[in-house]
């Protein structure tokens, strides 16, 4: 049985004491935050969390962490249903007329609703009531021990330093201290150099959570979203009558971020869009003022070298301190719970715990081989939809950016139209091909939700010529249907009623 230590308790940090708890070991887990668990999901919900701001954001379950639940860890999905969250079976859901003959795998294809703080909530509780977890909170580490000897070379993490000076004896000490945790600054004392990348999203998100006046009636029961070039939006199903709306606008479009900020003008703009309007028509009530964040960016850290040798030993980094992605695409939470089981599952092994630097590097090779090619697909997201943008920065690494806020065109896509901007024709696909393919194409359905789910690659749906060829056939009949309804105004539109 090892002892293991895990810095944070977001939701990596849980995972991994659930996860390795369940592996036989005994685990401490500190958190900064000075959080008592309360007695229901609604007290959850005004947990002071400065360490995990977006917890007052919307959040998705992806299918990837219900299914890793459900296959590993069934209990927690009784329990957050019993807390009062929902499964989004997608399918059940397909629109009407579709052709849609049931299939091995679809039940695959279900994703969680529930606001943020009761998935935690119920993580914390689950992950407690295995006996061999304690909960240290109010308190931070500030610092890592290790061993005077190194492992073949290679500093040892042997244990934390918190804020009141006590110290924790460790055989395995776990970053989970999400995306503000600075892994390189706490190794570097050690002699340590964890090299990282970074590259910044575009967006800040404004979010608002409601909650239904009508107990009778049902939250949304899917999460709809959409862009409309300056300005993102989502509703997402809550639990307990609750649901959330989330604009994410340019990092710079610094008059759309000060509109939205008012809560009478982003209620307006909510009824606005004819997604979000349904939800603020009376039927609801604001629960929260309008949350903002910014600082969203993309960034990887490597912990092996290139020779494939592990940088630190008795140290791993899960969740957001080794990989954030775009919040948009949500898929965190996902990411995060995988790192958890995939240590976790190391850690099952009597050889791999005794042995530092085969389980550092098979951790970070099964990571990489997991978390990569999400990160490579958000950047290269990023990239297309701050081209798109009004407000966005240009492509700089994060930190580069000089704060100076950007003149915003007045409409996106209002460009000289003799010009054929490939850019242009891609939203075209998008909006006339893929769309109108999702409401009609089971084959198409099912390999954009299994791909948007993480249960694929993110570059399966661009490579999978049948889906391409189905998307383009429907595109060449574009002019043969009615134009896609607009998905909201126009900037100007926008602007003018807010
Ligand atoms: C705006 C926003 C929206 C998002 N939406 C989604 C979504 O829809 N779906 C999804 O899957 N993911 C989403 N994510 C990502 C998701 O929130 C994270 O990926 C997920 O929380 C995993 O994070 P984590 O456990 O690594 O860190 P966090 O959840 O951020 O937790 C880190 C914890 O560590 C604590 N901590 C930090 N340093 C210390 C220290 N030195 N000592 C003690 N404690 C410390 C913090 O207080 C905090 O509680 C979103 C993120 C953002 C920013």
Known sequence: MARIVIIGAGVGGLGTALCTARSGHRVTIVERDDTPLPTDPHGAFEWDRHGAPQVRHSHAFLAR??????????????????????????????????????????????????????????????????????????????????????????PLVVGVTLSDGTTLDADVVVDAGGRRS??????????????????????????RFFRLLDLDESPPSVVVGADLGYLKYGVFPGDNHTFS????????????????????????????????????????????????????????????????????????????????????????????????????????????????????????????????????????QDRFNRSQTPGSPPATPAGADDGVDIAVRPDAGASDPTEVDPSDFLRGVLREGLLPALRSDPV?????????????????????????????????????????PPLGPTRAAFLAAV
């Open 245 to 380: 709306i989330t604009f994410a606008v340019g990092s710079r479009d610094s008059e759309m971020r000060r509109l939205l900020l008012d809560p009478d003008r982003f209620l307006t703009a909510a009824a606005l869009i004819p997604a979000t309007a349904p939800y603020v028509d009376g039927r609801s009530e604001p629960i929260t003022d309008v949350e903002v964040m910014g600082g969203l960016i993309n960034r990887r850290r490597w912990f092996l070298n290139d020779g494939d040798r592990p940088l630190v030993a008795g140290f791993h980094a899960v969740g957001d301190c080794h990989t954030a992605t775009n919040p948009l695409y949500g898929r965190g939470c996902s990411l995060a719970m995988v790192q958890a089981q995939v240590l976790a599952d190391l850690l099952s092994d009597p050889a791999m715990v005794a042995d530092h630097v085969a389980r550092a590097t098979a951790y970070e090779k099964a990571v990489h081989a997991e978390v990569t090619p999400w990160y490579d697909a958000a950047v290269a």
């Open 65 to 154: 962490l219900r299914n890793l639940l459900r296959d590993r860890h069934p209990d927690v999905i009784t329990a957050l249903l019993d807390a009062g969250a929902t499964e989004l079976r997608f399918l059940e859901m397909a629109p009407e007329g579709m052709d849609l003959e049931p299939e091995p795998g679809d039940e695959d294809l279900a994703a969680l609703a529930c606001r943020r703080t009761t998935f935690e909530w119920v993580l914390r509780r689950m992950a407690l009531a295995e006996g061999a977890v304690e909960l240290i909170h109010g308190r931070s580490v500030t610092s890592l021990v290790t061993a005077d000897e190194t492992v073949d070379g290679i």
């Open 444 to 484: 198409v359905l099912r390999a954009f939700l299994a791909t948007f789910n993480l249960l694929r690659p993110p570059d399966s749906l661009l490579s999978d010529a049948d889906v391409i060829g189905r998307v383009m056939a429907i595109y060449q009949t574009r002019n043969e249907r009615p134009a896609e």
């Open 182 to 207: 600075d892994v390189p600054a706490l190794l570097a004392p050690h002699g340590v150099e964890i090299p990282e990348a970074e590259e910044d999203t575009g967006i800040i998100y404004l979010s």
